[in-house]
C-alpha cells in the first residue's frame, strides 16, 4: 500500500519528495492539502504536472472514498466512508444556524462495550492514522463550504471509537488541524471525548497542542457505571474523577461530562443529585443525552418531562444543558454509528434518505 500525503506534517512531506527537489515543494504540497484542500493530485496546481504524476505514482493523496451519503430531515448529512484497505467508517456534518460542527471517527468500530450504544456492537477492527483522521474533516469542510477563517466549525471526536486509546494519532491530527498554516482551527473548536481511560487523560493533558476533554459519565454512582460501561471495572470511578481533578485545565477551559439518560435506569431525580455531589466541586458543565434508540438497545429514551427535572436539579448547582438529537432517522445521532447502509438503515425502522455512491477523489 502506498504511503499517503493527507496525515503527513511538513518535515515527513519533505521525505516523501523525489530526489533533487528543492525543500520548499514540501511547503508548496503542505498548503495545498491542508489550506487549500486539495482533494486529489490533478487538484495540486501550485507544482508542475511532471511532479505531480511523479508523487501520484509513488504517494496516495489519502481522502477517504464516499461509499454511501444520508442526507437527514434536520439538515444532518451522514456519510459512510471507505478507506484504503476497504474498511468503512462514519463522519457526521451537522448544520446549525451560527455554526456547522463535524463528527468524526477515530477507530473503526469501538473496544469499549457500553451497553447504550450501538458501535459497541462492531468490536474494534482498527485505530484509524492521523490522515484518516484529518481525511474526514477535509472532506467533511469541502463538502459542505465550512472555512473555519470565516465562521465557526467545530470537530468533535466523538464517532465511532475510543479516541484516546489511538491518542498518538488524534494528537498529530489536532495539530494538523491547528496549524494555521493549514486547515486553521483553533484548540477551542476541536473535543474529544472518552469512556474515561485514565492513564490516556494524563498524556493528554500534557501535550503541547490538544483538543479540550469530555468525558462520557452515563452513571450516577460505581456499580451502576460498572453495569452500563464495564470498562469501569478497570478505570474505577473515583479513579476517573480523581484524574478529571488533577487534569490541568486552560485558562479558557471547562471539562465537559456527557450523560446519556436511560428510561428507569440512570434518569431519577436521586441519579441528578448524586451526579450534582460527584461533579460540583470540578470547573466544568454537564451535557444530558437522551438516549438514541437504535436495533439490540436494550434500553428506552426517557420522556421528556423526565429529561427537564433532571437537567434543572443539576442546573442548580453546574451549567447543564440538553443535547438536541441530530440525524435520528438516518441513524446520524450520538451512539446510533454503526455503518449502516441504505437497505440496513431502513429495516431498523430509520427513513433511507439521500444516497449518493460516488468513488475516491485522486
Known amino acids: 500500500m502506498k504511503p499517503a500525503l493527507i496525515g503527513r506534517e511538513l518535515p515527513e512531506i519533505q521525505e516523501l519528495l523525489p530526489p533533487g527537489e528543492p525543500a520548499f515543494r514540501a511547503r508548496q504540497l503542505y498548503t495545498a492539502a491542508y489550506k487549500n484542500r486539495a482533494s486529489g493530485w490533478d487538484a495540486v496546481t501550485t507544482v508542475s504536472r511532471d511532479l505531480r504524476a511523479r508523487m501520484a505514482g509513488q504517494v496516495a493523496f489519502g481522502w477517504p472514498g464516499v461509499a454511501q451519503e444520508f442526507a437527514s430531515a434536520d439538515g444532518t448529512h451522514r456519510y459512510l466512508l471507505e478507506l484504503d484497505d476497504g474498511r468503512t467508517v462514519e463522519t457526521v456534518f451537522m448544520p446549525e444556524e451560527r455554526r456547522d460542527t463535524l463528527c468524526i471517527s477515530t477507530q473503526v468500530g469501538c473496544p469499549v462495550d457500553c451497553k447504550f450504544c450501538l458501535t459497541a456492537l462492531m468490536g474494534l477492527e482498527r485505530n484509524l492514522t492521523a490522515g484518516e483522521i484529518v481525511g474526514q474533516v477535509l472532506l467533511g469542510a469541502v463538502r459542505h463550504n465550512l472555512d473555519p477563517r470565516s465562521r465557526q466549525m467545530n470537530v468533535v471526536m466523538m464517532g465511532q471509537g475510543e479516541p484516546l486509546l489511538n491518542l498518538d494519532n488524534v494528537l498529530k491530527a489536532t495539530r494538523i488541524l491547528c496549524d494555521e498554516r493549514g486547515v486553521g482551527m483553533s484548540e477551542r473548536r476541536i473535543t474529544v471525548s472518552t469512556s474515561g481511560i485514565v492513564n490516556r487523560m494524563e498524556a493528554l493533558g500534557r501535550a503541547a497542542v490538544r483538543p479540550k476533554l469530555a468525558i462520557s459519565l452515563n452513571a450516577s454512582h460505581e456499580e451502576q457505571r460498572r453495569e452500563l460501561m464495564p470498562i469501569t471495572k478497570k478505570w474505577h470511578l473515583r479513579d476517573l474523577l480523581a484524574a478529571c481533578r488533577a487534569y490541568p485545565l486552560r485558562a479558557w477551559e471547562r471539562l465537559t461530562f456527557e450523560y446519556v439518560l436511560l428510561d428507569g435506569v440512570n434518569d431519577t431525580d436521586a441519579d441528578a443529585a448524586r451526579v450534582v455531589s460527584l461533579l460540583g466541586q470540578l470547573r466544568c458543565k454537564v451535557n444530558l443525552i437522551a438516549l438514541n434508540p437504535g436495533p439490540g438497545i436494550p434500553f428506552g ?62
Open 301 to 362: 429514551t426517557p420522556a421528556p418531562d423526565r429529561v427537564d427535572s433532571f437537567q434543572r436539579i443539576v442546573q442548580r448547582v453546574l451549567p447543564c444543558f440538553v443535547r438536541k438529537p441530530r440525524g435520528r432517522d438516518i441513524y446520524a445521532a450520538c451512539g446510533q454509528l454503526k455503518r449502516m447502509a441504505d437497505a440496513d438503515v431502513t429495516a431498523a425502522g430509520g427513513a433511507p434518505g439521500l444516497v449518493a455512491i460516488t468513488h475516491p477523489p485522486g
